[in-house]
């Protein structure tokens, strides 16, 4: 592994480990009380009702939730019964509230304990962010010679030069100034990689947006990303608005609810193999809440 990455990961570890350690030590000093009374737990809710979701998740909608509770939706949470440090705990994901209740999206398999009986709820540190950054640090590191992202590292640590060629005609959009329309013509002849540079309010997204449009255009497949989920929704509108046919890709609870619509999730639950799946996840869970009773009984 080149030694920057190398670098970049020891120190990527390290603040993992950091605000693991800055969570798990606020939730071992203080009671459940007193983070609730903060408005940084939930004690005792019960499931209301469950909801097969987008990517095989699941959608728990949580009675008991205080008015208090500040956690906004994307939030992290774990669901605990003894401990919030227990093996047994569940991870999730705040999604949205609905008439007093507040949904709560899980990616494991539900145990059975958690629809039968009251649980606690804790704010969690981003583990999936983290998972997400080693595994590619891993794949930079690990591309293969002569590979397109050996490439893309080679040239971002200086070890090989940029080159570029004149991408032919092009159909820049009239609303650019020369500026832009110049940036537009290096990104699109760069090999492997552009550098569009200017401070805030110069239309640097606007820029992008007319890149990305030209590219596609030519029959590339882009794939555009962003800082933060409210950027990359930002982005996501402008290119519907000039006109470019896109995917949100991401968990659902963390994109903004104007596109949903166009969420990879909800363009496959609307195909018909879908909603057979939606069908027999609710004719499931209707087997399982039977089987339960019984077995209370």
């Given at each position: 592994m080149h030694p920057r990455l190398a670098h970049l990961r020891a120190l990527w570890r390290r603040e993992r480990a950091a605000v693991a350690r800055r969570f798990a030590e606020a939730r071992a000093e203080t009671t459940v009380a007193e983070r609730v009374a903060r408005?940084?737990?939930?004690?005792?809710?019960?499931?209301a009702d469950m909801a097969p979701?987008?990517?095989?998740?699941?959608?728990?909608?949580?009675?008991?939730?205080?008015?208090?509770?500040?956690?906004?939706?994307?939030?992290?949470?774990?669901?605990?019964?003894t401990t919030p440090e227990a093996e047994d705990v569940v991870l999730g994901v705040m999604a949205r509230r609905r008439k007093g209740q507040l949904g709560i999206m899980v990616?494991?398999?539900?145990?059975?304990?958690?629809?039968?009986?009251?649980?606690?709820?804790?704010?969690?540190?981003?583990?999936?962010?983290?998972?997400?950054?080693?595994?590619?640090?891993?794949l930079f590191g690990?591309?293969?010679?002569?590979?397109?992202?050996?490439?893309?590292?080679?040239?971002?640590?200086?070890?090989?030069?940029v080159g570029h060629s004149d991408p032919g005609p092009l159909d820049i959009a009239s609303t650019l100034n020369p500026d832009q329309a110049r940036a537009v013509r290096l990104a699109l002849g760069a090999d492997p990689v552009a550098l569009v540079h200017g401070p805030p309010g110069t239309g640097k997204t606007h820029t992008l947006v007319e890149i990305i449009r030209l590219a596609v255009a030519r029959g590339e497949r882009i794939l555009a990303c962003a800082m933060s989920n409210v950027a990359t929704d930002h982005l996501a509108r402008q290119l519907l608005a000039a006109g470019v046919d896109i995917i949100r890709l991401g968990h659902p609870v963390r994109v903004a609810p104007d596109l949903a619509a166009r969420t990879l999730e909800r363009l496959l639950d609307e195909?018909?193999?879908?909603?057979?799946?939606?069908?027999?996840?609710?004719?499931?869970?209707?087997i399982r809440e039977r089987a339960l009773k019984r077995r209370a009984r």
């Open positions: 408005g940084e737990a939930l004690k005792g809710v019960t499931v979701a987008p990517g095989g998740r699941t959608l728990l909608w949580l009675e008991g939730a205080h008015p208090q509770f500040r956690f906004k939706s994307g939030d992290p949470v774990r669901l605990w019964w990616s494991a398999t539900v145990p059975d304990r958690i629809e039968t009986g009251a649980f606690h709820v804790d704010r969690d540190d981003p583990q999936a962010t983290f998972d997400r950054g080693d595994r590619a640090v891993a690990q591309a293969p010679d002569r590979s397109d992202m050996a490439r893309l590292r080679d040239v971002f640590f200086g070890d090989s030069p195909t018909y193999a879908g909603r057979l799946a939606r069908e027999w996840m609710a004719e499931a869970r209707s």
